[in-house]
């Protein structure tokens, strides 16, 4: 009879302690049934560009994600991620990019954000202008803090800007080029996956 109490304990003991502590392949499967949403506001396509490029580093880890323009979003509640990218003009980022996060605020309490700009004053080696890219996003963070900022170089072509942006842009003296650092967009990607 005790010999029988013996191994009922023992069986419920490992049962107990073996059920404690996912393996790393089951934690990876937990962390694959979250749902990710890159959101993005583009001007003339490279944010978009970026945006998309971040959704296949996501996928690739085996990680449910979508890509969408927020213009096309009508609601978050299915994503437990989100990253919201736009390019910065005039010092700010696009009004539809800062219009999704007041208009989600309260529902992105209970998720992850991650925040992405492109522009072009990270191109530039000018100590004043590389300052002032921080500053860009002082009313989205005092709306939802991120867990983490991409902040990348971005793309001009005239070609694809009207008119009046290209005479901005000759007044500003801005460089024209594509100036995206795609490995420096896919560490921070990486990094972004690790506080999944």
């Keep these: 009879m005790r010999l029988n109490l013996l191994l009922l304990l023992i069986i419920i003991t490992t049962t107990l302690f073996s059920q404690t502590e996912p393996t790393k392949k089951e934690y990876r499967m937990t962390t694959s049934n979250q749902k990710v949403l890159i959101a993005y506001a583009s ?3 490279s944010t978009a560009e970026v945006a998309s490029f971040i959704n296949d580093i996501i996928t690739e880890a085996e990680i449910k994600s979508e ?3 927020v213009k096309n979003i009508n609601s978050v509640e299915d994503y437990d991620i989100i990253f919201i990218g736009s390019p ?3 010092g700010k980022w696009k009004k539809e990019a800062t219009k999704f996060i007041e208009i989600n605020q309260e ?3 209970d998720k992850k954000i991650f925040y992405f700009l492109t522009c072009m004053s990270l191109s530039s080696n000018e100590e004043d202008k590389l300052a002032q890219v921080p500053k ?3 009313y989205e963070r005092s709306l939802i803090t991120p867990l983490s900022e991409g902040r990348f170089a971005g793309v001009i072509n005239p070609k694809k800007l009207s ?3 290209r005479m901005m842009i ?3 003296k801005a460089p024209e080029g594509d100036f995206r650092d795609w490995e420096k967009i896919a560490n921070w990607t990486k990094e972004c996956i690790a506080f999944f």
Excluded: S
Aim: with cysteine; hydrophobic share 50%.
């Design 43 to 45: 001007e003339a396509g």
């Design 67 to 69: 890509c969408i323009n």
């Design 88 to 90: 910065i003009y005039m």
């Design 107 to 109: 529902q992105f309490k």
């Design 136 to 138: 860009f996003l002082e």
């Design 163 to 165: 008119f009046m942006q």
């Design 170 to 172: 000759k007044m500003v």
